[in-house]
């Protein structure tokens, strides 16, 4: 299979405070759209999007910031809705859909091991290995919300208390690399899952009403102000090219 320039970004602070803003804001965007206008309609225009996003970036012979990131935020915003579907429209509880979409992440990485003998994405150079990323992508929002939800409504935590839980979660992996030479592979993909319940616990925490543990100030401010930081900061990234992998910073544009 011919190999091409790499598809995603290199692992930088940068990358890490988009993935939990973008986690956010998929949470909040998810909860304003499912309530402004009918849920069917909300969903399909998720549905819409998230197609859109991984079709441009798919179309990509190389990493771009902007395209990348869109359909991170496509796939945040669907991700929820695929979640909060399963439990509002068909009554799973969050426990069971929780472990369903660990069981379909699992399978996921299963299957991305075998084929390609890693999951490590410094190697998502060919279309399929960037399929694969992309399908562990959508498993880890849709069980992290599954989760988050679990935590606040289900264990009764609350929004805040589940954001300090997973506030504390992700600091495992980041201890575990730095000072007792874990995998870096197993790290990366153990915050990476976290990553999504605590920005969707912290979107909770901000937009929900304080009737409902959080502060009340609504699902739509919280989108439009987390839209617009993740936009100034892929801006900069594309600008810069400062997450730009090392070895694929003079691939040329298609």
């Given at each position: 299979m011919?190999r091409?320039a790499?598809?995603v970004?290199?692992?930088t602070?940068?990358?890490?405070?988009?993935k939990?803003?973008?986690?956010?804001?998929?949470?909040?965007?998810?909860d304003f759209?499912?309530?402004?206008m009918?849920?069917?309609?909300?969903?399909g225009?998720g549905?819409?999007?998230?197609?859109?996003a991984l079709?441009l970036?798919f179309?990509m012979?190389?990493?771009l910031a902007?395209?990348?990131?869109?359909?991170v935020?496509m796939?945040?915003?669907?991700g929820?809705?695929a979640?909060?579907v399963?439990?509002?429209?068909?009554g799973?509880?969050?426990?069971a859909s929780?472990?369903?979409?660990?069981?379909?992440?699992a399978?996921?990485?299963?299957?991305?091991?075998?084929?390609?003998q890693?999951?490590?994405?410094?190697?998502?150079?060919?279309?399929?290995?960037?399929?694969?990323?992309?399908?562990?992508?959508?498993?880890?929002f849709?069980?992290?919300?599954?989760?988050?939800d679990?935590?606040a409504?289900?264990?009764?935590?609350?929004?805040?208390f589940?954001?300090?839980?997973f506030?504390g979660i992700?600091?495992?992996?980041?201890i575990?690399?730095?000072?007792f030479n874990?995998?870096?592979?197993?790290?990366f993909?153990?915050?990476?899952?976290?990553?999504?319940?605590?920005?969707a616990?912290?979107?909770?925490?901000?937009?929900k009403?304080?009737?409902?543990?959080g502060?009340?100030?609504?699902?739509?401010?919280?989108?439009?102000?987390?839209?617009?930081?993740?936009?100034?900061?892929?801006?900069?990234?594309?600008?810069?090219?400062?997450d730009?992998?090392h070895?694929?910073?003079?691939a040329r544009?298609?």
């Open positions: 011919s091409g790499l598809r970004p290199e692992i602070v940068y990358f890490w405070v988009i939990a803003l973008s986690t956010a804001m998929g949470e909040s965007t998810s759209l499912v309530h402004a009918p849920p069917v309609l909300a969903v225009i549905f819409i999007g998230f197609v859109i079709a970036q179309s012979r190389r990493y902007w395209t990348y990131w869109l359909a935020l796939v945040g915003v669907f929820t809705m979640a909060d399963l439990h509002v429209g068909f799973v509880p969050y426990f929780s472990a369903l979409y660990a069981v379909v992440l399978a996921v990485f299963v299957t991305w091991q075998r084929t390609e890693t999951l490590s994405i410094h190697t998502v150079d060919t279309a399929r290995r960037e399929a694969f990323y992309w399908a562990a992508v959508v498993a880890t849709a069980m992290g919300t599954a989760v988050g679990m935590t409504v289900t264990f009764h935590l609350g929004y805040f589940s954001l300090v839980l506030a992700i600091t495992i992996p980041a575990g690399y730095r000072w874990w995998n870096p592979i197993l790290s993909w153990f915050a990476y899952v976290v990553t999504r319940p605590l920005g616990s912290f979107a909770d925490w901000v937009g009403p304080v009737s409902l543990s502060l009340g100030w609504g699902n739509g401010r919280v989108s439009l102000v987390l839209t617009l930081v993740i936009a100034c900061l892929v801006a900069f990234l594309a600008v810069t090219r400062k730009v992998q070895h694929q910073a003079d544009p298609r």
